[in-house]
């Protein structure tokens, strides 16, 4: 069973991933807008990764004895000024929500819950890809420059990404 503060600590972070869901719709919308399908898909894609999130979140809450809490999701930033931007914005983010698994795993530690320093696990590597992915194509865009050839390519790229739930979602 999982103590109170984890408990919180875990509904907080499944707001976080759902805020995550809305902050990627919302760059899916500019780049829908900006007619480039290809970002918008990517975006698209990951707002529903962070939705599986909440909910692999939500599982485990439930499974380790707790109760989520759904909470209101805060409003993410609408308006971007560039394609650069919106992946900066990304970047941050992903490394903030890094950040705050990582505080949710030094807490585990701390009160001797294995069962969620395991669980955790599985977020600690996804951050890790999802900050190497971000950081990739934010070098990708900044070689890119005003060079437009090339941004569609990058865009033609992005479009063959689909979603499918990673098969560690049955240990949830
Ligand atoms: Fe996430
Ligand atoms: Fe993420």
Same mark, same amino acid.
């Given at each position: 069973?999982? !103590? ?13 991933? @759902? ?14 807008? @900006? ?9 698209? *894609? ?14 485990? *809450? ?7 809490t ?18 900066? &914005? ?12 990582h505080a949710? *795993? ?15 696990q ?11 992915? &971000? ?5 990708? /865009? ?8 090339? /941004?569609? /390519?990058?865009?033609?790229? /992005? ?7 990673? !098969? ?5």
């Open positions: 069973m999982i !103590s109170k503060t984890i408990q919180q600590m875990l509904n907080e972070q499944i707001n976080r991933e @759902m805020y995550s869901a809305n902050l990627y719709l919302s760059i899916c919308s500019y780049f829908t807008d @900006m007619e480039l399908d290809g970002f918008a898909n990517f975006f698209k *894609v990951q707002s529903d990764e962070e939705l599986f999130h909440a909910k692999k979140m939500f599982d485990y *809450v439930h499974n380790a004895g707790g109760k989520v759904v909470m209101s999701v805060a409003q993410p930033i609408t308006a971007f000024d560039s394609v650069v931007q919106a992946f900066e &914005v990304t970047q941050a983010h992903e490394q903030n929500v890094t950040q705050t698994i949710i *795993v030094k807490q585990a530690i701390a009160e001797n819950d294995f069962t969620t320093h395991t669980f955790l599985w977020f600690i590597t996804e951050q890790l890809e999802e900050e190497a992915l &971000v950081n990739n194509l934010l070098k990708k /865009l900044k070689m890119i420059g005003d060079n437009s050839s090339a /941004l569609y /390519l990058l865009n033609t790229e /992005l479009a063959q990404r689909t979603f499918s739930p990673p !098969s560690a979602a049955k240990q949830g």
